[in-house]
């Protein structure tokens, strides 16, 4: 048996419907329910992220596929999730559980005051042995701040509540070496090293109904990882027996040595507002020496942005390799450009000698 007391378990629109479906399919959702009653029978709490509010209020509306039109998911979603809440209400109560509704926007997790909040009230509900179905908030949230997919927020909600174990549910039954349909296709049973990833074909769900894919799944597992959480990624069909320790699906292993929370925040939830693009010099100082960034190193900067802002710093190709709070506003950077700290502290003043981004403030992707 899969040990973890705490387990976030994320469903995505594909598995509530089908890969081809336009509507919500209750069979499908009374099995997610069942696996969660299942799970916590056995004394574990359970969260449950769902997707699915686009899903279940396309036929309401007299929609036959999910509209690209982002004012048009948010309608239809503010009829679906309404729903999609019932249909879980209904399923739980098979199980004399009761279920409870929280719906998420991305700034949600990106304000300490929001993330304490949505804190207290996930616990609380646990507490009360409730089980929340979270979903992002799809009928107010902006295009700026979507998240665009739950896998990133089931991930994420995993680290806010403490969780054990992140159970990722999808169309396919483990992460393959290659395309799943195609010859010679091999399950991945294990993932330890991300970089190993770099060189599959991966393939995301093809899903009519959903805005998620393997790329983000994997991300989700990334993230979680991270914070030292356990990930398994499987479909609903073989998730009880992957539960019960049967060699199905992918596990993801975590972290032995987890990133802080505040490092985990500013490189997965943090809004970026600006890019700052760095010389080969500046790359591998701050991603094998651990340095600090210097001014020294900039080769270029993009964005509009204030002291105190998240950026993405970046290689002269342009990869992403670190995140971090920026010390000066963008229209001050470009005159200390390939400067050392001590010339502009004399030249400028003490308060430019500082480091572009310091290390503290600094996390590598």
């Not at 294990?190 to 899903?207: C, M, P, R």
């Not at 983000?216 to 539960?243: P, W, Y």
């Not at 507002?273 to 991603?287: C, K, Q, S, W």
């Amino acid at each position: 048996m899969i040990e973890g007391r705490r387990i976030v378990v994320k469903v995505g629109s594909s598995t509530l419907t089908g890969r081809d479906g336009a509507f919500l399919d209750r069979s499908r959702l009374d099995k997610v329910v069942d696996l969660v009653a299942k799970l916590r029978g056995e004394g574990r709490q359970v969260l449950l992220v769902s997707s699915g509010a686009i899903a279940s209020g396309l036929s309401a509306v007299g929609l036959q596929a999910r509209p690209k039109d982002l004012t048009m998911q948010q309608a239809v979603a503010s009829v679906g999730q309404g729903l999609l809440i019932r249909n879980y209400f209904d399923s739980f109560s098979r199980h004399s559980i009761v279920a409870s509704q929280v719906l998420i926007t991305a700034e949600d997790v990106m304000r300490r005051s929001h993330y304490l909040n949505v804190r207290a009230t996930l616990l609380k509900s646990l507490e009360l042995g409730l089980v929340p179905v979270i979903n992002e908030n799809d009928s107010v949230a902006l295009a700026e701040i979507k998240f665009g997919d739950n896998d990133r927020i089931s991930a994420l909600v995993s680290h806010i509540v403490a969780a054990d174990l992140l159970l990722i549910l999808t169309d396919v039954d483990a992460l393959y070496d290659a395309p799943p349909r195609s010859a010679g296709a091999k399950r991945i049973e294990e993932v330890s090293d991300f970089a190993a990833l770099d060189s599959l074909e991966i393939t995301g769900s093809d899903s009519k109904v959903g805005s998620g894919g393997m790329i983000t799944k994997i991300e989700a597992a990334r993230i979680a990882t991270s914070a030292g959480i356990a990930t398994i990624l499987t479909d609903l069909d073989h998730a009880a027996e992957v539960m019960a320790g049967q060699s199905f699906g992918t596990r993801f292993l975590p972290h032995t040595d987890p990133i802080a929370s505040r490092r985990l925040w500013l490189g997965f939830a943090a809004t970026v507002r600006g890019r700052i693009f760095l010389d080969d010099g500046a790359v591998e100082a701050i991603t094998t020496r651990g340095s600090s960034l210097l001014p020294a190193g900039v080769t270029k900067v993009e964005g509009t942005f204030v002291s105190g802002d998240t950026v993405e710093l970046l290689t002269p190709s342009g990869q992403v390799v670190a995140r971090g709070l920026v010390s000066y506003d963008a229209e001050e950077i470009p005159r200390l450009l390939g400067r050392s700290t001590k010339e502009l502290s004399q030249e400028l003043g003490e308060e430019y000698g500082n480091a572009l981004v310091h290390r503290d403030e600094m996390v590598l992707l």
